[in-house]
C-alpha cells in the first residue's frame, strides 16, 4: 500500500531552521505532484507548497514565499521542505500529500490522493 513517512520535525527557536523529508512507497513517485500542508492547534489544515511532478514547477503559500523552499528527488522517492526563519507561528504538525493534480493542492486539503501521518513542528518565542 502506499506509504508516506516525513521525518525532521521537531524543537526550533524562532529564526531557526528545519528540514523535513518525506520517502514515498507504494506509488509510482515520479508522475505524483507533491505537497505540503499545515495544521495548528484549533485551525484548519492549509496548503503550504507544491512541486510538480518533474520538480520543474513550485508554488507556495503567501505565508510562506522567501522563507520555505520545497524540493524533490525522484532516484529516491523523496520530497523535502527547508523551512527558514520560522516564527512561532509556524507551529503546526505538517503533512506530506501526494496528488496527481498540480493546480489541485493549492486550494486545500480535500481530494488529495494520499497523506503522511505528520511530524510536529514547534516553534518556541
Known amino acids: 500500500q502506499v506509504q508516506l513517512v516525513e521525518s525532521g520535525g521537531g524543537l526550533v527557536q524562532t529564526g531557526g531552521s528545519l528540514r523535513l523529508s518525506c520517502a514515498a512507497s507504494?506509488?509510482?513517485?515520479?508522475?505524483?505532484?507533491m505537497g505540503w500542508f499545515r495544521q495548528a492547534p484549533g485551525k484548519e489544515r492549509e496548503f503550504v507548497a507544491v512541486?510538480?511532478?518533474?520538480?520543474?514547477?513550485?508554488y507556495y503559500a503567501d505565508s510562506v514565499k522567501g522563507r520555505f523552499g520545497i524540493s524533490r528527488d525522484n532516484a529516491k522517492n523523496t520530497v523535502y521542505l527547508q523551512m527558514n526563519s520560522l516564527p512561532p507561528a509556524a507551529t503546526a504538525v505538517y503533512y506530506c500529500?501526494?496528488?496527481?493534480?498540480?493546480?489541485?493542492?493549492?486550494?486545500?486539503?480535500?481530494?488529495?490522493?494520499?497523506w503522511g501521518t505528520g511530524p510536529l513542528v514547534t516553534v518556541s518565542s
Open positions: 512541486i510538480s511532478w518533474s520538480g520543474g514547477a513550485v
Open positions: 500529500a501526494a496528488d496527481l493534480d498540480y493546480r489541485g493542492l493549492p486550494h486545500g486539503p480535500r481530494g488529495v490522493d494520499y
Open positions: 507504494g506509488l509510482t513517485f515520479s508522475v505524483y505532484s
